[in-house]
């Protein structure tokens, strides 16, 4: 059974950092795309990032670029969402999810999110 656990949230300051995880169970990280999305209230999902664990290629939204970036750790078998400079407008509800490269259409796999509280 494929689990994906998203942690690492909570509140932080405008201008400080979090570091998201993803823990994955049931697949390995360095055969799957592994992607950040968020949902803040009122607004539409939205793509942040993701890691092509094949190969290493990185995607980072233009939205964050410059800010987020993303990792993993194969030997965890986790998936990082490092978050510097951090903004109210990027609170929201952050997820995980799993795709495999070049044959899944679109994510497949979906974990329970964890909540960003930005102050101020």
């Known amino acids: 059974e494929v689990q994906l656990q998203a942690s690492g949230g909570g509140l932080v300051q405008a201008g400080g950092s979090l570091r998201l995880s993803c823990a994955a169970s049931?697949?390995?990280?360095?055969?799957?795309?592994i992607g950040w999305f968020r949902q803040a209230p009122g607004k539409e999902r939205e793509g942040i990032s993701c890691?092509?664990?094949?190969?290493?290629?990185?995607y980072i939204a233009d939205s964050v670029e410059g800010r987020f970036t993303t990792s993993s750790d194969n030997a965890k078998n986790t998936v990082y969402l490092q978050m510097n400079s951090m903004t109210p407008e990027d609170a929201a509800v952050y997820y995980c999810?799993?795709?495999?490269?070049?044959?899944?259409?679109?994510?497949?796999?979906w974990g329970q999110g964890t909540q960003v509280t930005v102050s101020s």
């Open positions: 049931g697949l390995a990280v360095d055969d799957y795309g």
């Open positions: 890691i092509n664990g094949r190969d290493g290629e990185i």
């Open positions: 999810s799993a795709k495999r490269p070049s044959l899944d259409p679109d994510f497949n796999f």
